[in-house]
């Protein structure tokens, strides 16, 4: 699952419990993630890819917690996405290139 939103305000006004961190094995790293929203004016969802550079921000969300992660530096994103960034769900999230360390 993917969400937009601008830097700073990633869960705001959130009602569950957020924990915002960093991830630096994460930062720099090349990735994918796929997800779905609501498609307007429709009871129906569609499926999402996004292409970009991990920052290393997280945020766990939720109780459990589900941790989103940060991609920018967007090279695929749905045709309509105005967004520069989007939240990935780490279970959505794929690192494509290899371990710089």
């Known amino acids: 699952m993917a969400t937009k939103t ?3 305000d990633a869960f705001a006004g959130a ?3 957020t924990v ?11 990735a994918e993630c796929d997800g779905g929203r609501m498609i ?3 009871k129906y969802a569609g499926r999402e890819e996004f292409s970009g550079t991990l920052t290393g921000e997280y945020v766990d969300h ?15 994103k749905p045709e309509n996405y105005e ?11 794929f690192v494509v290139d290899e371990d710089a360390g």
């Open 40 to 42: 307007p004016g429709t």
């Open 15 to 17: 009602t569950r419990p």
């Open 83 to 93: 967004g520069d960034a989007v939240w990935c769900e780490s279970g959505n999230l």
């Open 20 to 30: 915002a961190g960093f991830d630096a094995a994460k930062a720099g790293r090349r």
């Open 6 to 8: 601008t830097p700073g």
């Open 62 to 76: 939720g109780d459990p917690p589900w941790r989103w992660y940060r991609l920018c530096e967007l090279t695929q």
